[in-house]
Structure formats: C-alpha cells, structure tokens
C-alpha cells in the first residue's frame, strides 16, 4: 500500500475519542482500539514525513489520565513511569500514546513533545456520542464532563442537585485559551524538544467547591445550595494534582485564568445551547 505523503511543519495528535468519565465505561473497548489504530496511523505517517524532509517533529496530546494511579502530588512529570499504569481503558491509551513517541525517537529520531493537559474546560464542546443514556438524578448528562453537566443540570432546575461521589475529588479546571497557549509554546519551544509537560492551572478546587459556584453564579442567593451524592463512576480519581513548575520554568508558561473567569464566559454559552437544543 502506498505511504500517505504528509508535507508539514509540525503533526499535533490529539485524541480520536474523548468524553468524560461515563464515556470510559460505556465504550471502553472502542476507546482503546480506535484511538490505537488512529495514533498508529497517525505515527506511521509522520515518521514518513520526517524520513523525507518534511517535518520538524511530532506533539502528541496526552491526559492527565495517565497519573490516574499516581499517589504523589503535586505530580511532577516522570512520575507515569514510576506509578502503576492506569486502570482505565482511557487512560492506559493514553500512556501507550506516550510510548509511541518514545519508541519513534528511540527507532527512527523522530522528535517530539508530549503535552498533558488537566481538566480543559471552556466553550464549544457538545453532547458526547454514547450508545445510551446516561441520567444523573432527573437529568440526562450531555457531555459527561463535570463542568457543563453540573451547570446544565442546575440550569434545568435540578434540586438537589446531583453529584457523582462525595464532591470531594480534587481537579485543576484549566482554561481552554490557557491551554491553547500552552500548545503553541510546546510547539514552537526549543526547550520542548523531546520532552513533555503538565500543562495546567496550579489552581485545587473539589467537586463540591465547583458545584457551590456554579450554583451561585445561577442563583444568586436566592435558592439555598443544596445537593445529594449519587454512586460513582469505578474510574472516578479522587486526586489529580500537577506539578506545573516545568512549564513554568522552561516555557515559561502559567495558565493563570481564574475558575470564575471561565465560568462567567461558559454559562452564558450553555444556557445559549440550551435554548438551542443542543444540550
């Protein structure tokens, strides 16, 4: 079969499939055998392109899924090789990702960069593709990601309002214009040649803490919070913590847009959405 002549600069593999922590379960072999097939492809055709003097290097979009065992925080980078892998489908592609990168360098010098974003949170996203409903209390989840589920159940009336778990499990709610600048940085750096990188606020907040914002961003004070736990997903890590101070010091990176900021842009575009029917 013919190689696929790839002419371009840079090769930025994302993911395939992605959703939020239903979508593990729900398609969890899916997950894992169509994002290999397609980072496999995607690998192959830039190992091509950079044989033939076309590409500079590979950036793979990694997760922070794959510290999804770790018990060190905040997590520095390296760490996924020290930790057990992960127990998720998602997350153990996701490291395999990873691999791909390492084994082309060690194989073929290709170079690369290895990005780990955390909990990218901002406009556009829409309902995931699932096989069948998933319900949270009276609600249908429309993406699986906490952020937009918790503010379109609240926006829909939910009381009380219902949380997967205690509310206790820690996140790091990163911008996706933070994000994006921290991409581009990873591309253009000399620094990140062959190299990866957390790239993500330094910012905790817990489920709960999310949860009583955005309901206070909704209504006011005028409707006392309140809520109720359901049964958690298996895959539903209780701490994700990175250490930011790589990018920091060598991209001089900091992903400094405030939860209240991203909420204040967000809401208005769901409750858009939600007019529209799209959620």
């Not at 249908?140 to 778990?165: E, R």
């Not at 996706?176 to 000399?190: H, N, Q, V």
């Not at 009583?212 to 919070?225: C, M, R, V």
Request: charged share 20%; net charge negative; proline share 5%.
């Amino acid at each position: 079969m013919k190689q696929l002549s790839v002419k371009c600069d840079y090769i930025l593999a994302c993911a395939a499939m992605i959703g939020g922590i239903s979508y593990f379960h729900t398609l969890a072999y899916d997950l894992l055998a169509e994002n290999d097939r397609i980072m496999a492809a995607t690998f192959d055709a830039a190992i091509h392109a950079f044989q033939h003097g076309h590409l500079k290097k590979i950036i793979v979009l990694s997760s922070s899924m794959v510290f999804e065992s770790a018990s060190v925080f905040p997590t520095p980078e390296g760490e996924q090789e020290r930790c057990p892998p992960p127990l998720s489908t998602y997350g153990f592609q996701k490291l395999a990702c990873e691999y791909y990168a390492k084994g082309a360098w060690e194989q073929y010098r290709l170079p690369y960069t290895i990005i780990r974003p955390f909990n990218c949170v901002g406009v556009g996203e829409r309902r995931a593709k699932c096989d069948h409903e998933v319900m949270s209390g009276n609600v249908k989840l429309a993406m699986s990601h906490v952020v937009p589920d918790l503010a379109q159940k609240i926006l829909k009336g939910q009381d009380p309002l219902h949380i997967l778990g205690s509310g206790a499990q820690v996140r790091h709610y990163t911008y996706g214009g933070d994000l994006a600048r921290g991409i581009r940085l990873c591309i253009e750096s000399e620094h990140a040649l062959n190299n990866d990188f957390n790239i993500s606020t330094e910012a905790s907040t817990t489920v709960l803490q999310l949860a009583e914002l955005l309901w206070t961003k909704i209504h006011g004070t005028s409707k006392p919070f309140r809520y109720t736990s359901d049964e958690p997903f298996k895959y539903d890590v209780q701490c994700r913590v990175p250490d930011c101070s790589k990018a920091k010091r060598l991209l001089d990176f900091e992903a400094n847009t405030t939860l209240e900021q991203i909420l204040d842009e967000l809401l208005p575009w769901i409750r858009q959405q939600l007019a529209f029917g799209n959620l």
